[in-house]
């Protein structure tokens, strides 16, 4: 098989001449083939889907299963690439796109983006000039949490999909963290500068000088229930309740969350690869800004 700069993929006699080397006796062959193919990359997946419906059955088994490899490898490249920047909003969101499509494709990206689309524009359609932090975070909520009825997720906490942004925008449910980012990317898109809190063991959001749970309807988060959640902690824990979550961070915590949540349900091989996940994000941070996170499922 030449190189594809040599002979364009699909010219004619070149599938026919593909599919005769699939065919052959030789296990070596085979695999030769379909390592050419894998390593064409993105032309190299369309081959192969073009490939398959030619096929006949033992072949075709073959390139399903090349079909495969070339889809995760591919977003395996993606999402890697992803993990090494997570600086600003935009690419936190994008990271939990390629996360949802990553972990159990297809995820439903599109659908849940839509509705934020949807719900920024109503937020933003309710705001007026000279609005306090107060007023602001109650058309929020108005939208989130009564009209569309987002919270946290009591009755299956542990579930995997509530660390999955588009299941948590599709069904309204969700872990602390999870609901917090459908509250600052809606707030984004209405022009609310929604910010993460990263306490110990329950993921907050704040707007202006007002901290809210998300989990609990975007409920209003009082000095005393502050008091009380910094009250014991190390200086450095306590300090993070009162700057912004960094959002490389809260991508890392999503990921311990999930990887937690598969683990619970004894899916090893689905925790495993989430610490693949785990690496390429502490390895980002490692070589740039690295930064502190929090653990556990909040």
């Given at each position: 098989?030449?190189?594809?700069?040599?002979?364009?993929?699909?010219?004619?006699?070149?599938r026919?001449?593909i599919?005769?080397?699939?065919?052959?006796?030789?296990?070596?062959?085979?695999?030769?083939?379909?390592?050419?193919?894998?390593?064409?990359?993105?032309?190299?997946?369309?081959?192969?889907?073009?490939?398959?419906?030619?096929?006949?059955?033992?072949?075709?088994?073959?390139?399903?299963?090349?079909?495969?490899?070339?889809?995760?490898?591919?977003?395996?490249?993606?999402?890697?690439g992803?993990?090494?920047?997570?600086?600003?909003?935009a690419?936190?969101?994008?990271?939990?796109?390629?996360?949802?499509?990553?972990?159990?494709?297809?995820?439903?990206?599109?659908?849940?983006?839509?509705?934020?689309?949807?719900w920024?524009?109503?937020?933003?359609?309710?705001?007026?000039?000279?609005?306090?932090?107060?007023?602001?975070?109650?058309?929020?909520?108005?939208?989130?949490?009564?009209?569309?009825?987002?919270?946290?997720?009591?009755?299956?906490?542990?579930?995997?999909?509530?660390?999955?942004?588009?299941?948590?925008?599709?069904?309204?449910?969700?872990?602390?963290?999870?609901?917090?980012?459908?509250?600052?990317?809606?707030?984004?898109?209405?022009?609310?500068?929604?910010i993460?809190?990263?306490?110990?063991?329950?993921?907050?959001?704040?707007?202006?000088?007002?901290?809210?749970?998300?989990?609990?309807?975007?409920?209003?988060?009082?000095?005393?229930?502050?008091?009380?959640?910094?009250?014991?902690?190390?200086?450095?824990?306590?300090?993070?309740?009162?700057?912004?979550?960094?959002?490389?961070?809260?991508?890392?915590?999503?990921?311990?969350n999930?990887?937690?949540?598969?683990?619970?349900?004894?899916?090893?091989?689905?925790?495993?690869?989430?610490?693949?996940?785990?690496?390429?994000?502490?390895?980002?941070?490692?070589?740039?800004?690295?930064?502190?996170?929090?653990?556990?499922?909040?």
């Open positions: 098989m030449k190189d594809s700069k040599e002979r364009s993929l699909g010219a004619p006699g070149q026919a001449a599919l005769s080397l699939l065919e052959d006796d030789d296990a070596a062959t085979r695999s030769l083939v379909l390592a050419r193919l894998l390593d064409l990359g993105a032309s190299g997946l369309s081959e192969i889907e073009a490939l398959i419906p030619m096929a006949g059955p033992g072949v075709r088994r073959l390139l399903e299963g090349a079909r495969d490899a070339a889809r995760e490898r591919s977003q395996d490249a993606r999402l890697r992803r993990c090494g920047r997570i600086a600003v909003l690419e936190l969101e994008d990271f939990c796109w390629l996360l949802a499509e990553w972990v159990r494709a297809p995820a439903k990206a599109g659908e849940a983006r839509t509705l934020l689309d949807e920024g524009r109503t937020v933003r359609g309710r705001l007026a000039p000279r609005m306090t932090d107060e007023a602001k975070l109650e058309v929020l909520r108005s939208v989130l949490a009564r009209q569309e009825g987002f919270a946290g997720n009591r009755q299956d906490y542990y579930d995997p999909e509530n660390s999955l942004l588009d299941t948590a925008v599709l069904g309204r449910r969700g872990l602390p963290l999870t609901l917090a980012m459908v509250y600052m990317f809606v707030g984004a898109r209405a022009g609310l500068p929604v993460g809190v990263d306490a110990p063991g329950h993921f907050l959001a704040r707007l202006g000088h007002l901290f809210f749970d998300p989990f609990e309807g975007g409920k209003v988060v009082g000095a005393p229930t502050l008091g009380e959640l910094a009250a014991g902690l190390e200086p450095a824990q306590k300090a993070r309740l009162f700057v912004p979550a960094a959002y490389d961070g809260m991508a890392l915590r999503m990921v311990a999930l990887a937690h949540a598969f683990e619970r349900r004894e899916d090893m091989a689905q925790a495993s690869r989430l610490g693949r996940v785990l690496d390429w994000l502490r390895h980002a941070q490692a070589t740039g800004d690295a930064r502190s996170v929090g653990t556990g499922m909040s």
